[in-house]
């Protein structure tokens, strides 16, 4: 980390700022005065031994400024000694990645002279969080002047402010200098080439890497199909049978890319260090309430909420709604139907170059529609979870994502299904549905994502240093730290990959369920994904806060869902192929052989995908053996201090 | 353990003798001299520090008893520490389970004084075990005396001596009055009851007891079945359309005792304290050969063997082989088609009690031909694997366990999937093939799993006990140490739990895929079940000799080729409902229609089997608590470590 003291700005604090906490500005002086000791003070009195100072004022120093705005940092001993507690891993002297120890820190191979640049700033930052989150009341009671929020003993003391409101936010500080020199190799420079997914893991960490690399392998998995669905569009436009092989091909594509991608990304997870790193215990997420018991595992005290309780309000509220939500959205797919055979009667009647766009009409409603179904749909999945009261924030992301998920692949696919097996209609699947629907939501998700936020960011921005130039003339232009770390705190929140993962999952399936009936289906993902490589990096320079980095080791849950799209895609493109006209001429007299063949041979391929899963393994060999190998060392270890 | 030194007999160890170690009788003498001194050396040398001697010669003396017996014991301190090498799990003072240290001994449940009564003699003698295969090599080139026998350090010595021949056998000894009490609770005694698990484990390991805790499971989780099979048999005989819901109930419950059997194990396995032990390394099992080289993991000299080579012989010698077995398994099927339809006409001819008779006959012979198949493929597969040279006893057997299972499932159900599918002829399956095959293989199997072995035994028992008694008048019944060890020594191997759990697939099979054709299959298999605990309990007791305990988790490989089975078990009562007329009837204009129902409402319903296989979590809540609640205090002592 090589971070320049902020410039010649006398309010700075003495010490590199790293993250930034925002108390509410009518906090309590004596509530302040009690959490600024209790970071500051030692760890064997149960501080978290942290350098924190109050932000000098803004340029303006208005009314409306929030003076509740501190910095943290810590010495370089203190983030090292962080290290170990958060169990990072670090590459060894032998090439290896190990569990950093403050007792054997010579031996790592980056580490020089004090090990002041050790660590990168993501890095000093996710420890500080961890810090902070791990700070524990101890015989405190109540919050000092607040004598509503409660504390006891080994309650997170940030997470109790985070959930009564007096926490507003903490978040961690950009780097200027780096972020201008990731943004060039990231997305400025006008030359197609890889990510630099090493710089963006320095800069944001794990999680954010692991997106990107799998937007990128995903992009250049889709160019076969890509190149294959080119001459299938020109050429056999009108000829709506052959799609066969592309649907044969179709399902071997989706089976084998994913099974390659975890092997990806387990190399990719073992060079960052996140592979084998241990998970700390999970506290309680913020909002969790419940009656002061026990916990059985830690024996400490803590809220606890019976889980028959929970999975009351999850199938007797939460699941009947789900299936309220999804009976709309089938309302909403009749009306569809209906306005496309209103515009088709229409068409037929006159049909002119404006009954013709008419007849796409239909479709970009609908379209628009479900993408405002889909976020609303989204808040009220996420009041719902949130209700639900989980105790893990993991328990929590799992419930909001299988919500989110059957929502939106229903909503989005519902239509397509009904269209293809129930209307059997391909040229109306083909030509008005299936194109409209991609390219409108396309065009809605890049606008919603990126344009609309880098739009209100730019306007925030001009006003910050307008107030700014109003004061004092700027020779060079950057700002000083207090208007810097104020400018930043006004940025959007980054919610997480959620949302740019879900709409992966939602163009896979559109590829991998109907690129055989619409093969420029691959075609138009891979622009989308290129352009959303720029609009992602882009938003992540530049419109959002930093977000604290993610010690992911894979994309967790979403490999999941992507690997069950991936077996509804060799359901749905065999059912494709037994309907389509070229098999269909193979059984001229029966159609109960034609079917029985299908679901046999369909079944095969189930069977087969299935064992290719349990055959093709999740980690590269060249891993595994050094994965065995530390594990070897280890136990080897043990048995050597025993005797 | 409370083992009574033997009688006064003056011929045997000034120790409890634990394990017994046969070399070849023309071993030379200083290859047994080398082998006793490494055996008996202090471990800061390298060697075992356990205790060895000669067993005295027999009562007669005779020139065909090998002089080359040894008894090995240890000492208690060192069978303690060893206990710690092995990384047994005991129950801790506060009733957890927790992996056994010296350093704080007094503070497991069951240690009392020095704790000679601490571990229990299954244990001692897989400790005893452990420490011999774990006996290393140190700068010898060659055994001594056998200069083509070579040795390079860190070479396992017992393994090597094992795969030369030199070493022909070592195993542990029989308890007679532990032997005697367990045989009496296990099957002795003539009211049912369950069996005791906890005897068993503590006498004969946890492989076993698992075993038979699944043997009873299973029989527990048929009574259902069964009762429902009775008056499904009784009264709808004739009626052979009634079977849908039986079918449905079938898909249920395969999926649900599945699982439910996880939990069970998950259970059995933390109480033994095998849950969360961990795996020591695996060494080369002894037939493992190939040009000496570095182990990566371990960096010790060992044998390797390119994995390309073994996966060309894998995928071009024994997937064509497997292959060409299973056309020859086809062929004899096709031939007992010919016998039954030929039988068939015999009897239309001439229906008369003979020839009514004769319609069994082609089943009966076709199921013992079945049961020869399998034995001689059984070999087969043993020698091919043995061939592809795994370098890992556990590789070695899922290669071994896929084979067979391959085989023994289109040997034993082939004839009845066509019989039910492309025949269609139900009558067939149900009176003739299903129950004709599943008891003759049950009675043939009962007969060459115990009667036989037993008959052979009591004849070479009888011999020797005959011997003895030529030589002197035995007052008491009990043998001396050297007739005793000598007998042992001559009874069958336990080949291990592979043919048990085989067997018991195959009867899974039967139920979970025709029972609904025929009912009475449940009740059959429950019968066999209960005969086969006894007769299962009555060879581990008196016909094998005493294995040594295997601190298995779980059933392994099983479970997945039991889940298996259950998957295939879906689609085929899927496909026996679509075939029922009652179904039929609800479709009567349309076969495609009642196709696309059956398939579309399969299809559903494995989506929720593996979403339920999901949700049931595999370990139940209390043993997660228990489980976490340990790793939180590991991860806790660390952190106070480091402090």
């Given at each position: 980390m090589m971070l320049q003291r902020p410039s010649a700005d006398s309010s700075g604090p003495g010490f590199t700022p790293l993250v930034v906490v925002e108390l509410a500005s009518d906090t309590k002086e004596e509530a302040i005065a009690w959490l600024l000791s209790r970071i500051r003070d030692q760890q064997h009195n149960g501080g978290a031994e942290l350098l924190v100072e109050q932000l000098g004022p803004g340029v303006?120093?208005?009314?409306?400024?929030?003076?509740?705005m501190f910095v943290v940092g810590a010495s370089w001993q203190r983030l090292l000694s962080g290290a170990e507690d958060v169990g990072l891993f670090k590459e060894f002297s032998d090439g290896s990645m190990r569990g950093f120890t403050c007792?054997?820190?010579?031996?790592?191979?980056?580490?020089?002279?004090?090990?002041?640049?050790?660590?990168s700033m993501a890095e000093c930052q996710y420890i500080i969080k961890h810090e902070l989150d791990t700070l524990r009341a101890k015989d405190e009671t109540h919050v000092p002047g607040y004598t509503q929020v409660k504390l006891y003993p080994g309650k997170s003391i940030i997470r109790r402010l985070q959930s009564k409101g007096i926490l507003i936010q903490f978040f961690p500080l950009h780097e200027k200098e780096e972020l201008k020199r990731l943004s060039f190799s990231w997305y400025k420079k006008m030359k197609l080439s890889f990510q630099p997914l090493d710089d963006i893991r320095h800069y944001y960490g794990e999680g954010q890497a692991l997106y990107f690399g799998f937007l990128e392998y995903f992009t250049i998995a889709l160019v076969p199909m890509a190149l294959i669905g080119v001459p299938y569009y020109l050429?056999?436009?009108?000829?709506?049978?052959?799609y066969v092989v592309f649907a044969v091909f179709n399902l071997i594509w989706c089976t084998v890319i994913l099974e390659l991608w975890k092997r990806c990304s387990a190399s990719l997870a073992y060079s960052w260090g996140t592979l084998s790193r241990k998970k700390a215990f999970e506290e309680p997420r913020p909002g969790f309430h419940g009656v002061l018991g026990f916990n059985p595992v830690t024996g400490r005290e803590e809220p606890l909420y019976p889980n028959a309780k929970r999975q009351l309000r999850i199938y007797l509220v939460s699941l009947p709604f789900v299936l309220l939500c999804l009976y709309l959205s089938l309302y909403v797919m009749m009306i569809y139907f209906q306005m496309e055979g209103w515009a088709l009667s229409v068409y037929d009647e006159e049909p002119t170059f404006w009954t013709g766009i008419l007849l796409f009409i239909p479709s970009i409603i609908y379209a628009v529609v479900i993408e405002i179904m889909n976020l609303i749909y989204r808040y009220a999945a996420e009041f719902l979870t949130e209700w639900e009261n989980h105790r893990l924030e993991s328990s929590y992301q799992n419930h909001l994502v299988l919500k989110v998920l059957v929502f939106n692949f229903f909503n989005c696919f519902a239509s397509l299904f009904y269209i293809a097996?129930?209307?059997?209609d391909m040229v109306l699947l083909r030509q008005v549905s299936l194109a409209t629907l991609l390219i409108t939501s396309q065009i809605l998700n890049q606008f919603m994502e990126a344009f609309l936020p880098y739009w209100l960011q730019r306007r925030r921005n001009k006003k910050m240093i307008h107030k700014v130039r109003k004061r004092r003339t700027l020779e060079d232009k950057e700002l000083p730290l207090a208007e810097q770390v104020r400018l930043e705190a006004e940025m959007s929140t980054y919610l997480g990959t959620f949302d740019d993962y879900l709409e992966l999952f939602l163009l896979f399936g559109y590829v991998s369920l109907f690129s055989c009936v619409y093969p420029l289906a691959a075609v138009l993902v891979v622009l989308n994904n290129v352009t959303e490589v720029y609009s992602d990096a882009f938003k992540m320079c530049h419109v959002f806060k930093r977000p604290f980095s993610d010690p992911a080791a894979n994309i967790g849950v979403w490999q999941l869902a992507f690997e069950a799209m991936s077996v509804i895609a060799v359901v749905t493109n065999f059912a494709l192929i037994g309907m389509s006209p070229q098999v269909k001429a193979y059984f001229p007299e029966s159609e109960t052989q034609l079917i029985l063949w299908t679901v046999a041979i369909e079944h095969g391929l189930l069977a087969f995908k299935f064992i290719l899963t349990f055959l093709?393994?999740?980690?590269?060999k060249h891993i595994q053996i050094k994965l065995a190998h530390l594990e070897f060392e280890s136990l080897e270890a043990l048995k050597k201090k025993v005797k």
């Open positions: 303006e120093g208005q009314e409306k400024e929030n003076p509740n007792a054997n820190k010579h031996n790592f191979k980056d580490f020089k002279g004090d090990g002041d640049d050790f660590l050429f056999d436009w009108e000829d709506y049978d052959k097996f129930v209307m059997q093709i393994p999740d980690v590269p």
